[in-house]
Nanobody, 124 residues
């Protein structure tokens, strides 16, 4: 079993940066893919970024490509999301998730453990 706790959210002006962290407990962290999702009010939860167990393979949603970077430190059981050039449309609750596979994946149904979420608000 994996428990996930996100941190690093907050209020930032458009063009600014934030770094989200997701601390994981459980022996399986280093062997599973990890992902970040987000959910804005009134919208469905959507994929943001994913990373394979090794950190070598990453995927991004088109809306964040070139602005966000996902990374992981298996020695610290932590996955990160560096968010630069933030836009008001990035405002959402951001969730960290652990996949059922070792690979990076965009498919929400391939994630079986979720954090409680952290709020990111970007003002214009």
């Amino acid at each position: 079993q994996v428990q996930l706790v996100e941190s690093g959210g907050g209020l930032v002006q458009a063009g600014g940066s934030l770094r989200l962290s997701c601390a994981a407990s459980g022996r399986t962290f280093s062997s599973v893919g990890m992902g970040w999702f987000r959910q804005a009010p009134g919208k469905e939860r959507e994929f943001v970024a994913g990373i394979s167990w090794s950190g070598i393979i990453t995927y991004y949603a088109d809306s964040v490509k070139g602005r966000f970077t996902i990374s992981r430190d298996n020695a610290k059981n932590t996955v990160y999301l560096q968010m630069n050039s933030l836009k008001p449309e990035d405002t959402a609750v951001y969730y960290c998730a652990a996949a059922t596979t070792t690979m990076a994946t965009k498919k929400i149904y391939e994630y079986n453990y979720w954090g409680q979420g952290t709020q990111v608000t970007v003002s214009s």
